[in-house]
T-cell receptor, first 114, second 112 residues
Framework: AQSVTQLDSQVPVFEEAPVELRCNYSSSVSVYLFWYVQYPNQGLQLLLKYLSGSTLVKSINGFEAEFNKSQTSFHLRKPSVHISDTAEYFCAVNIPSSASKIIFGSGTRLSIRP | DGGITQSPKYLFRKEGQNVTLSCEQNLNHDAMYWYRQDPGQGLRLIYYSQIVNDFQKGDIAEGYSVSREKKESFPLTVTSAQKNPTAFYLC???????????FGPGTRLTVT
């Protein structure tokens, strides 16, 4: 069965600083990978996804994530964060065309300091 | 606009009462899901449905019930058997099991 681990429960950074939110997964077969963002008291929104092809995927608001098969990782990065990026971020994994369900990590709370 | 609606946003109930949370989608998705989120924790799957008139238990189904009589609707009932029902409840849908899920805005249930 697949699993996903988010190594940091909280990440505080200063505004305009770079950030990396770490995500590692465990699976013996190929996977789909997702990052979701949750703003306070709201549902989750899909930020970006990796299904196949280019290992570097990007969102419209400057985040990017790189699929690294050898390290079984899908870390989320942004070169310069803004106050509005304050949110909780969830990594998720699923196996294509399988009977399994999407598995979510426990989340990383990103707090931006001015 | 296509999307998922959950109502109400906030819900208050007395202990011992059943309560039903609404979830409607107009995305024409086959699959729908219910999650529970507690402070500082990730999402825990309560129930999911891949098709109308069929649903399966998730990881924490005890004390909850669902129905899927229409493709667009997947209501969740929190029964009095649920020992700790106060939480944030999220509904989601997807085109299929392997695809990304789309979430509603959530319902915050408080039971006193």
């Amino acid at each position: 069965a697949q699993s996903v681990t988010q190594l940091d429960s909280q990440v505080p950074v200063f505004e305009e600083a770079p950030v990396e939110l770490r995500c590692n997964y465990s699976s013996s077969v190929s996977v789909y990978l997702f990052w979701y963002v949750q703003y306070p008291n709201q549902g989750l929104q899909l930020l970006l996804k990796y299904l196949s092809g280019s290992t570097l995927v990007k969102s419209i608001n400057g985040f990017e994530a790189e699929f690294n098969k050898s390290q079984t990782s899908f870390h989320l990065r942004k070169p310069s964060v803004h106050i509005s990026d304050t949110a909780e971020y969830f990594c998720a994994v699923n196996i294509p065309s399988s009977a399994s369900k999407i598995i979510f990590g426990s989340g990383t709370r990103l707090s931006i300091r001015p | 606009d296509g999307g998922i609606t959950q109502s109400p946003k906030y819900l208050f109930r007395k202990e011992g009462q059943n309560v039903t949370l609404s979830c409607e989608q107009n995305l024409n998705h086959d699959a729908m899901y219910w999650y529970r989120q507690d402070p500082g924790q990730g999402l825990r799957l309560i129930y999911y449905s891949q098709i109308v008139n069929d649903f399966q238990k998730g990881d924490i189904a005890e004390g909850y019930s669902v129905s899927r009589e229409k493709k667009e609707s997947f209501p969740l009932t929190v029964t009095s058997a649920q020992k700790n029902p106060t939480a944030f409840y999220l509904c989601a849908s997807s085109a299929g099991r392997s695809y990304e899920q789309y979430f509603g805005p959530g319902t915050r249930l408080t039971v006193t």
